[in-house]
């Protein structure tokens, strides 16, 4: 049974329905040089949902990387949000188990502004820490 919300709208940006191919990589030690993969559902200037296999927690930080290119929305996306290595930095906010093991993740951009802040700066520092030495290695 699909629940249908009939109340006022929260979100403050539209959601577009965008349904692309999406790769990613959780920042932590243990993870970071996986390139693992989904799809995205929609997207809008301050986040996406997606659908993918591997188990996130709510407040993991992930490197995505989709193709924001025929976004319309994209020169928004670009100006306020976190780009490393041509990926967006996005923290995990829900995650609703699905039916075949896997998972529909609600993803918030990272902003530039957050960057700096001392819950986020450690995990987005340990990225490009990681990234930049697997890159010397290469």
Not at 9 to 37: G, H, M, N, W, Y
Not at 67 to 73: A, E, K, N, V, Y
């Amino acid at each position: 049974m699909d629940l249908i919300y009939v109340g006022a709208e929260r979100r403050q940006f539209i959601r577009l329905d965008f349904e692309a191919p999406l790769s990613f990589k959780v920042c932590k030690k243990e993870t970071v040089t996986r390139l693992l993969s989904g799809y995205t559902s929609n997207v809008s200037e301050t986040g996406l949902l997606c659908k993918i296999t591997e188990k996130v927690n709510i407040d993991d930080i992930l490197w995505l990387a989709f193709d924001r290119g025929t976004l319309s929305i994209c020169s928004e996306l670009e100006k306020n949000a976190l780009i490393y290595q041509s990926g967006v930095i996005g923290k995990v906010v829900r995650i609703i188990p699905g039916d075949l093991g896997d998972f529909e993740v609600g993803i918030s951009f990272v902003t530039r502004e957050e960057a700096n802040l001392t819950h986020i700066y450690p995990k987005v520092h340990f990225l490009e820490t990681e990234l930049n030495a697997n890159d010397k290695q290469a």
